[in-house]
């Protein structure tokens, strides 16, 4: 059931689409859940998604002018994702609003909580919180997941904003 949960669909090759598509393609690399132990579930999966893409829209912010389109269609796009994927996995037309609207509230709040730990708070704190949930983890792990998101947002800096809106984003390599 959770092969299919966030996988590749074929509707275009939109910038915004390649983007997201970068984003969740770095966040199912198997270290991020055999060694930094997220949880490989439902939830830990859409939440390795969310601060992907919450990389996405953090570099994309740094260029709001020109790129303020794009990263809304990159949310937009998220969010259709998320839509899709809750009703192949079963939930019902009823449901899926409800719980869509769930996970764009909690998104809104990640990006609250990863914006102040990466402006000089407690990114340890927020990723242990959001990234590992219930799940009682070691300091080692979640500081190297603060570390990766770190260096993450640093190598996203770095990129040319042409590139991004040609599509073209890259992560760092997750040793």
């Known amino acids: 059931m959770l092969a299919g949960l966030f996988k590749r669909r074929d509707t275009?090759?939109?910038?915004?689409?390649?983007?997201?598509?970068?984003?969740?393609?770095?966040?199912?690399?198997?270290?991020?859940?055999?060694?930094?132990?997220?949880?490989?579930?439902?939830?830990?999966?859409?939440e390795m998604v969310a601060l992907h893409t919450y990389l996405v829209l953090r570099r994309l912010k740094r260029d709001h002018a020109a790129?303020?389109?794009?990263?809304?269609?990159?949310?937009?796009?998220?969010?259709?994702?998320?839509?899709?994927?809750?009703?192949?996995?079963?939930v019902g037309d009823l449901g899926v609003g409800r719980?869509?609207?769930?996970?764009?509230?909690?998104?809104?709040?990640?990006?609250?909580?990863?914006?102040?730990?990466m402006e000089g708070g407690d990114l340890v704190e927020a990723?242990?919180?959001?990234?590992?949930?219930?799940?009682?983890?070691?300091?080692?792990?979640?500081?190297?997941?603060a570390s990766y998101v770190k260096e993450a947002d640093q190598a996203l800096a770095g990129q040319p904003t042409g590139d991004l809106a040609a599509g073209r984003v890259s992560f760092p390599p997750l040793a």
């Open 12 to 46: 275009g090759n939109t910038a915004a689409e390649s983007l997201y598509l970068a984003a969740v393609e770095a966040a199912r690399r198997p270290v991020l859940f055999t060694e930094l132990g997220v949880p490989d579930t439902l939830d830990g999966r859409y």
């Open 67 to 90: 790129t303020a389109e794009l990263a809304q269609a990159v949310f937009d796009f998220m969010f259709v994702d998320f839509d899709n994927t809750l009703r192949e996995l079963g």
């Open 99 to 117: 719980r869509v609207k769930q996970m764009a509230t909690g998104f809104y709040g990640r990006i609250a909580a990863y914006d102040a730990g």
């Open 127 to 145: 990723l242990r919180r959001n990234a590992y949930g219930t799940v009682t983890i070691g300091e080692g792990p979640v500081a190297r997941l």
